[in-house]
């Protein structure tokens, strides 16, 4: 399966970013910061295989 | 995963995937020798999360992402080969101090995280442990949700 293309502007890639970086600000560990991401991806796009995720949103987090 | 190749490093300059790397043409960042070493030196399978454990013990500046992106390119580049990686996630512990102790409320639609603090909360997990027979030395709590639609 494809995932679908979200540009930066998209809620699911802003919502994403948004809770990694503020969970990494607030001091939060590398691991809880990620998952949350991945959690938030997810909610946003329930199509996409779990295990695809990381992969999909590790080319949007630093 | 699994290492394709044979170990090219004889005197051990380098690792096996930085040689299967330079082979192949790869630039090697510093992250990317991080990552392949420790993956030369795992002599199980190590899926992405066991090898961000191993990874940030040499360099803690390594995230999750470029564990990820780092193994999306080395399977692309058939440097290694992914393997089951199963479905369920280990926990983990989150590195904050009693001082700060809080949880976070995650609102999935739009990112936003809330930081709380709840003392019946806290003293509810102490009970649960100490029922279980345990004394709590640490926890974490994220927990998702949506906002509800405010009723006019």
């Not at chain 2, 190749?5 to 690792?15: D, P, R, Y």
């Not at chain 2, 454990?53 to 564990?67: E, L």
């Not at chain 2, 512990?93 to 009693?98: A, L």
């Amino acid at each position: 399966m494809v995932e679908p293309i979200c540009p930066v502007s998209a809620a699911c890639r802003q919502a994403v970013t948004r809770a990694y970086t503020t969970l990494k600000e607030s001091g939060a560990d590398e691991r809880v910061a990620f998952e949350a991401a991945e959690i938030v991806y997810a909610w946003h796009h329930p199509e996409v295989p779990r295990q695809r995720v990381p992969f999909v949103i590790a080319d949007w987090l630093p | 995963m699994t290492v394709e190749g044979e170990a090219l490093n004889e005197i051990g300059v380098l690792s096996r995937i930085e040689a299967l790397c330079a082979e192949k043409g790869l630039r090697m960042t510093e992250p990317r020798r991080v990552i392949a070493r420790v993956l030369s030196d795992s002599e199980d399978h190590p899926d992405a999360e066991e090898l961000y454990d191993r990874v940030k013990a040499i360099d803690s500046s390594i995230s999750m992402a470029t564990i990820y992106r780092t193994m999306k390119l080395f399977e692309e580049m058939s440097i290694v080969s992914k393997r089951d990686f199963g479905d369920g996630r280990a926990r983990y512990e989150k590195q904050s101090g009693p001082d700060d102790h809080h949880h976070h409320m995650i609102d999935v639609q739009s990112g936003e995280v809330i930081e709380f603090y709840n003392q019946e909360l806290e003293d509810l997990k102490k009970r649960i442990a100490n029922e279980l027979g345990f004394e709590l030395v640490d926890h974490h709590l994220e927990l998702f949700g949506v906002r509800r639609k405010k009723q006019h």
